[in-house]
């Protein structure tokens, strides 16, 4: 064995590649939670009104959309490592431009430069470690990047809080709301610089008949037995795919799509992001005083980061489905008991709690598996283009769910509570899917997964 293939060089070359998902996660996870620091200083800063205020909001959401569904293709036709390359400019331009708008405009279209990047990194770096990490380890490597995206929320809260101590109001509105979102750029470098010593996915060097480099590369992560039974197996099916779209359509793969659409589209009509963006007006009402939106925002990222960590422990062990399972089951009980409680006019810790447990449940389930998930089941050749799919669904999803929770909260014919039991009720619906059409996926290679569609 050569120097290039010693476990020490194996797990460094796997370690380097996780942390670039990771910072990948980060940055998703800070450009989503920065805006909410800064909308107040924007707001006085631009003279926004509430429709205004509502397009700041959404501005990044609106450009995931997109992201998502071309870096699919750019993926499966440039490789994943340029796409990374993509994602990481994309995120260092929008934190320049937003630091520096003359109009709201400029901000709205510095705003949707950084969407653009959301929406691609979330698609890309799920397939770029299940890509390369062994089967053994490809669920708890790829928790890291929804472990990123919770750090960089959660780590947002502390950053937009030092910023803004920094000066006062006038200050604030004048300079603080930029340095809040140019800060972006200090990861976004760092990402940039990162991809400079990873490797290419070995399983699209293989699709596109590079051969050797991916031969090389798998291993440095896993050896050369390793490499061997993964270039084995990845050729033997790469011979019945085209690569085409449509492809995604064929029979062979039509569950496959229907499972990741639907596991993306449960996780946000279960509400979590109703929790995210609106847990100052939750936590107001339950009657806590938790009423500003520093604690309630701490408290939600701080119980999403720890239960992250729950998934990374058990993902591989326990596997996909007893995770999803329970945490679904859990999710519907809490939300059943959020809704009941507010029917019923009770208020206080108890309430609270059950919104912390719903938030839990999510965070050691469908917040890491439902990625997981999707970037293990489809075909190589056509993976990029199907996890754009499962991307743009929820991205989708998630503009609808932060769209009309107001709504479905503050109108008086419907309220807080019919709007938790609905979202219980697609919890239920998620828990009733998963346990009929999920398979597991713990310890499969990808070509082994790829393979099983078939024999359904």
């Avoid at 709201?104 to 279209?109: D, K, M, P, S």
């Avoid at 299940?130 to 809260?157: C, D, Y």
């Avoid at 930029?178 to 290419?200: D, I, Q």
């Avoid at 945490?327 to 409680?341: D, S, Y």
Wanted: hydrophobic fraction near 50%; glycine fraction near 10%; aromatic fraction near 12%.
């Amino acid at each position: 064995m050569n120097a290039t293939t010693t476990p020490q060089t194996r797990s460094s070359s796997l370690a380097l590649v996780t942390l670039v998902a990771a910072t990948g996660g980060f940055l998703f996870g800070y450009d989503t939670a920065v805006i909410n620091g800064a909308n107040q200083y924007l707001k006085a800063h631009f003279h926004l009104d509430a429709m205004q205020e509502g397009i700041a909001g959404a501005s990044a959401i609106l450009g995931c959309i997109p992201g998502a569904m071309f870096a699919g293709f750019l993926s499966d036709r440039f490789g994943r490592r340029k796409v990374l390359f993509l994602c990481a400019i994309l995120y260092a331009v929008s934190g320049l431009l937003s630091a520096i708008p003359r109009t709201f405009t400029e901000f709205l279209v510095a705003r949707f430069i950084s969407g653009l990047g959301i929406g691609a990194s979330s698609m890309i770096c799920p397939i770029y470690i299940a890509e390369l990490a062994p089967a053994a380890k490809r669920g708890r490597l790829g928790s890291l990047f929804q472990l990123g995206i919770v750090v960089g929320i959660f780590l947002t809260l502390f950053i937009n809080g030092r910023i803004q101590g920094l000066g006062d109001e006038a200050w604030n509105a004048a300079s603080g709301w930029r340095w809040m979102l140019g800060a972006e750029v200090a990861p976004a470098a760092l990402l940039l610089a990162l991809l400079f010593f990873v490797p290419e996915s070995p399983r699209w060097l293989l699709s596109v008949g590079r051969d050797d480099e991916a031969r090389r590369i798998l291993e440095s992560v896993g050896g050369p037995e390793h490499a061997q039974q993964e270039i084995t197996a990845v050729r033997a099916v790469l011979g019945g795919e085209e690569g085409r779209f449509s492809e995604l359509f064929h029979a062979r793969f039509r569950r496959p799509l229907i499972v990741a659409m639907l596991v993306m589209a449960f996780s946000q009509f279960s509400g979590i992001n109703a929790i995210i963006y609106y847990s100052t007006k939750i936590f107001a009402s339950a009657g806590v005083g938790v009423n500003d939106a520093f604690t309630s925002s701490a408290i939600i990222g701080l119980v999403n980061l720890l239960f992250t960590f729950l998934a990374i422990a058990f993902v591989d062990k326990a596997g996909r489905r007893p995770l999803l399972l329970i945490g679904l089951t859990v999710q519907v009980l809490a939300e059943g008991t959020v809704g009941w409680m507010f029917h019923a006019g009770y208020s206080g810790w108890p309430l609270l709690v059950a919104v912390i447990a719903f938030t839990a449940a999510f965070a050691m389930a469908m917040g890491p598996i439902s990625w997981i998930l999707c970037s293990e089941i489809f075909p190589t050749k056509v993976r990029g283009r199907a996890m754009s799919v499962a991307t743009f669904v929820i991205w989708t999803s998630c503009y609808i769910v932060a769209q009309t929770f107001p709504m479905l909260n503050d109108n008086p014919a419907i309220g807080p509570a019919i709007t938790f039991w609905v979202y219980g009720a697609c919890s239920l619906a998620s828990l009733v899917f998963v346990a009929a059409m999920v398979p597991e996926t713990k310890g499969r290679s990808l070509e082994e997964i790829e393979t099983s569609w078939g024999r359904r």
